[in-house]
């Protein structure tokens, strides 16, 4: 499990700094508190993903609305929003 979560965050790390170039670092620190989050869970490698769009997204807007920008969007599938828990 530990590996299969190594090799995701990596490619989370790959896909958002395209997302945010220049902001490597947060990226990373970003993705490290999604995966502290997602080993809480019972599914980590399943949450990870969803947890690590949620904290760039917030990082994201952070930084288009301090420049008055448009905000990114992080993932290139469609977005369709799910309640995590019903």
């Not at 979560?5 to 790959?14: D, G, N, P, V």
């Not at 490597?24 to 809480?40: G, R």
């Not at 869970?41 to 994201?60: N, Q």
């Amino acid at each position: 499990m530990a590996t299969a979560i190594a090799e995701l965050k990596t490619r989370l790390q790959h896909q958002y700094e395209r997302v945010l170039p220049g902001q490597t670092e947060l990226v990373h620190d970003a993705i490290a508190a999604a995966e502290a989050l997602a080993w809480l869970t019972p599914f980590p490698h399943l949450f990870l993903p969803d947890l690590a769009e949620a904290r760039i997204a917030s990082l994201a807007s952070q930084s288009a609305f301090a420049r008055n920008d448009v905000i990114p969007v992080c993932s290139g599938e469609p977005q369709n929003p799910q309640p995590l828990f019903t």
